[in-house]
Nanobody, 124 residues
């Protein structure tokens, strides 16, 4: 059974930091691109960052450059999203998704596996 479980969300003040984790199981983790998406209230889900052994790290949202970083630990089947200098506009439910094998060409909404999401709220 494929599982993606996000954790680490919470309430933080603007300027603060959080680290989200995405623990995966049930598929060959090393061969998959893993991405973080987010969905703010009333808005569509959008990609944030992706990591793949095939094409490296891809930023889907340039607004997080310099603030967010993505990393993966293949030994633990876990991907992390480190978020620094958080802003109120970063408030959203954050989801991780897996799809094979490239960040640049993945069809997340058609073929991807998704977690249930974790809420991040940034207060001003």
């Amino acid at each position: 059974e494929v599982q993606l479980v996000e954790s680490g969300g919470g309430l933080v003040q603007a300027g603060g930091s959080l680290r989200l984790s995405c623990a995966a199981s049930g598929f060959p983790f090393d061969d998959y691109a893993i991405a973080w998406f987010r969905q703010a209230p009333g808005k569509e889900r959008e990609g944030v960052l992706c990591t793949s052994s095939r094409d490296g790290i891809t930023y889907y949202d340039n607004s997080v450059k310099g603030r967010f970083t993505i990393s993966r630990d293949n030994a633990k089947n876990t991907v992390y999203l480190r978020m620094n200098r958080l802003k109120p506009e970063d408030t959203a439910v954050y989801y991780c998704a897996a799809e094979s094998p490239y960040c640049s060409t993945s069809s997340w909404y058609v073929d991807g596996y998704w977690g249930q999401g974790t809420q991040v709220t940034v207060s001003s």
